[in-house]
């Protein structure tokens, strides 16, 4: 190495650092001919609880101390310790936890080691856990409603904190509609909110008839309002009235009662419709028929286009000829299981008609060679006692 250095300073004058390094080398051998072989160990800081040390540098080979890197200032080891410096705690005082927030009771804390003791002597150390009181969180109250729900909207509690009077606020499930009330009008009932009076989706419906007769009111309390004005005319050979005419009624909603007193012939049931008696009223779409009647003859509702509802009664026999002709809103109908002859085209060009049920598929005869009932391309099946039937089949 040093003959190595020795040859550069020869062969090459270049760096005037490797000529000063050159020469402090030659200076060394002068005086020992040793060479330290330096290490260097860097400062560190005392802690708390360890010694630090100064900087400072040992050579390898002889095991001497220096405090200068060129090894011109020999020390001891013990010359670069730096003390421990001890804990010096502070107090910290107790803090009470809030709802939210933790407390602490009182300790001590040394900056120097981030350390934490419960004396100030610094000997009994605490964990974050020991020192830290929980929080208590909230204690709620009871709770008020602060808004009442009602059937569509959710409603409101608050409650308040005891301790630290902060609120905080839950929902109330809607209620919900209550549907439990009836009402009615005079052809149609419903069911609506006990609360709000929403009407019930899907529950209107036009008045049930009563298979008792006596009684002119529906299920739904709902009493029959009779269509005031028709014409009637005595029967001596039925001994009842015939309904002859619309009169002087111009309502929607036929309801003929059961009976009817002309005043002459005395009280008598109602016993049927007579030909073209209601011909061509279009106003009619609803109609309620007595149960008495036994027949409705020819044409006696041809062409009431706007009859939507109509329920034959159930003492009906015949229903002659053209009797519903061109009843062209009718979508459904029951043949009530009393009927026993219905005359041809009866239901022609009910062209809405999609079902028409039999209570007695077998039971009566008539209508010349087919029974029409509506549009055979329009109506979609026909019902008898519950099985439906091909248009080739119910011909
Ligand atoms: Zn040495
Ligand atoms: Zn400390
Ligand atoms: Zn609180
Ligand atoms: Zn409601
Ligand atoms: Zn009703």
Redo the contacts with the bound molecule.
Sequence with gaps: MTKKKKKIIIISAISAAVIAAAAGTALWLLFGGHEHFMLSVRAKNATCTEDGNTAYWRCEDCGKYFSDSLGENEISLGDTVIPATGHHPQLVERVEAACTVAGNIAYWHCEGCDGNFADEGATQPLTEEQIAIAASGHAWDQGEVTKEPDCVNVGERTYICANCTQTKTESIAALNHDYSVTD?SET??WKECSRCGDEENGSR?Y??FVADSSINA?????EIVYSQGLEYTYSAEDEGYMVTGAGSFRGQNLFIPQTYNDGTNGEHNVVGISATAFRYESALVFVRLPDCITKIEQDAFFYCTGIEVLSLPDGLERIEDNAFYGCQSLVQITIPASVSYIGEGAFAQCLSLQSATFENPVGWTGGGETVDFGDPAAAAELIIQGKAFSKEERN
């Design positions: 009615y149609e009932h419906a008045h049930a529906c299920d739904c309390g709902a």
